[in-house]
């Protein structure tokens, strides 16, 4: 069952820490997206990959958030350094692209992130 | 600016009534919408995606309206269930915008 993969579920960290979010897609899909949600925001975009190329990464704090597609099968969110406010639960989520429509995406569980 | 729209409050209703969750959306012009289900502590899930030639599409209990000249959606649960209580994410895209950006969702309660 195919599915994406998501670690860490969890992570408590200390303000000013690295912390960082990896993410496997499913096989065969060429485009990945991360989402960060919380109460307040909702589901905002982060950043988004099209065959590991960066497409679009406007909606993240550039001054401390990286990702990337290092490969195929491994996307990563990097917050460096964090802060309280980036406390969320971030997703990752994969999909097919072809003819001009983005079609059904499959979401890992999420990432919880605490920043004390 | 871009903007998509839903019921930012809860949605209650009865088992087996009809419920409708709107999805307004602003300066977009999409080419489809699609529909997704979030249970808390879960990722969302695909439900159902619909193009703008197509008006009105069905899935089981799920309808799923299209309207590009009142610029909106409507998602429709018939013989509601508690099972169906979930808060509902519509994200609109198309080829000249090819990040799939989520409203903010709108709580759907359904009691017994």
């Known amino acids: 069952d195919a599915r994406v993969t998501q670690t860490p579920r969890h992570k408590v960290t200390e303000m000013g820490q690295e912390v960082t979010m990896r993410c496997q897609p499913i096989l065969g899909h060429n485009t990945v997206f991360w989402y960060r949600q919380t109460m307040m925001q909702g589901l905002e975009l982060l950043a988004y990959f099209r065959n590991r190329a960066p497409l679009d990464d406007s909606g993240m704090p550039k001054d401390r958030f990286s990702a990337e597609m290092p490969d195929a099968t491994l996307a990563t969110l990097k917050i460096q350094p964090s802060e309280p406010r980036d406390s969320a639960v971030y997703f990752c989520?994969?999909?097919?692209?072809?003819?001009?429509?983005?079609?059904?995406?499959?979401f890992g569980e999420g990432s919880r992130l605490t920043v004390l | 600016s871009q903007k998509i729209e839903q019921n930012s409050e809860a949605l209650n209703i009865q088992e087996g009534k009809t419920a409708t969750l709107t999805c307004n959306y602003t300066n977009y012009s999409p080419a489809y919408l699609q529909w997704y289900r979030q249970d808390p502590g879960r990722g969302p899930v695909f439900l159902l995606l619909?193009?703008?030639?197509?008006k009105e599409k069905r899935k089981e209990r799920l309808k799923v309206t299209f309207d590009t000249t009142l610029k909106q959606s409507l998602f429709h649960i018939t013989a509601s269930q508690p099972a169906d209580s979930a808060t509902y994410l519509c994200?609109?895209?198309?080829?000249?915008?090819?990040?799939?950006?989520f409203g903010t969702g709108t709580r759907l309660l359904v009691s017994p």
């Open positions: 994200a609109p895209g198309g080829p000249g915008f090819q990040k799939l950006v």
């Open positions: 989520a994969s999909g097919l692209r072809a003819g001009g429509v983005t079609g059904e995406l499959f």
């Open positions: 619909i193009r703008e030639n197509e």
